[in-house]
């Protein structure tokens, strides 16, 4: 069974461009949720999704928003980056609920 | 919102010894409780979780302990060895909603 894959693996971009990350879950999780790890501060929870629902958001500004598709991948967007948003942001997947996640590689951004 | 907060943020050992990493919440509603480890350059990973209607629960040489009075619990490894180094996260779920609230983490380094 393949497991969560993230695309791309790294990202450069620079102040005020956008940015799409993408999330391929375990074949038969339907649950897909993001994090962004910075050094330090550990994972910080950004948004979930179920059945193309977003279920639960964290505290972050509305440039960063979502989407997940009926074939549950997901999409993360980052619009009018900002240098603090440089990090390595992580999706994971499961079953239906937040038990029992498997994280992809992530991808690592950075915004110059 | 859950707050969660894990000690030590760094933590060596000797090989063979045992290391014991410690997170409180404030939630009591929280009802799961699993530890995640994440190796130098590579995703987390779950090693063990607990349901708050248990106690203690062990794998091997890894074992988590609950107080559910107190609002804390323990990730306990014996006889480590230099394979166990690496960040450890706690995290628990945040009552009414699909969401895992982790904490910073502890660097974990096993001296051979």
């Known amino acids: 069974k393949a497991g969560v894959t993230q695309t791309p693996r790294y990202l450069i971009k620079t102040r005020g461009q956008q940015v799409t990350l993408s999330c391929s879950p375990i074949?038969?999780?339907?649950?897909v949720s993001w994090y962004q790890q910075t050094p330090g501060q550990g994972l910080q929870f950004l948004f979930e999704?179920?059945?193309?629902?977003?279920?639960n958001k964290g505290n972050f500004p509305g440039r960063f928003s979502g989407r997940q598709f009926s074939n549950s991948r997901s999409e993360m967007n980052v619009s009018t980056l900002e240098l603090g948003d440089s990090a390595l942001y992580l999706c994971a997947s499961s079953l239906e609920t937040y038990e029992k996640l498997f994280f992809g590689s992530g991808t690592q951004l950075s915004v110059l | 919102g859950e707050n969660v907060e894990q000690h030590p943020s760094t933590l060596s050992v000797q090989e063979g010894d045992s290391a014991v990493i410690k997170c409180t919440y404030s939630d009591s509603a929280s009802n799961y409780f699993p530890w995640y480890k994440q190796e130098l350059g590579k995703r987390p990973q779950l090693i063990i979780d607990i349901r708050s209607n248990v106690g203690e629960k062990k794998d091997q040489r890894i074992a988590v302990t609950l107080n559910k009075t107190a609002k804390h619990f323990s990730l306990h490894i014996t006889e480590t060895q230099p394979e166990d180094s690496a960040v450890y996260f706690c995290?628990?779920?945040?009552?009414?909603?699909?969401?895992?609230?982790f904490g910073k983490g502890t660097k974990l380094t096993v001296n051979p």
């Open positions: 999704y179920f059945s193309e629902t977003q279920r």
């Open positions: 074949s038969g999780h339907r649950s």
């Open positions: 995290a628990v779920s945040q009552g009414g909603s699909e969401k895992l609230v």
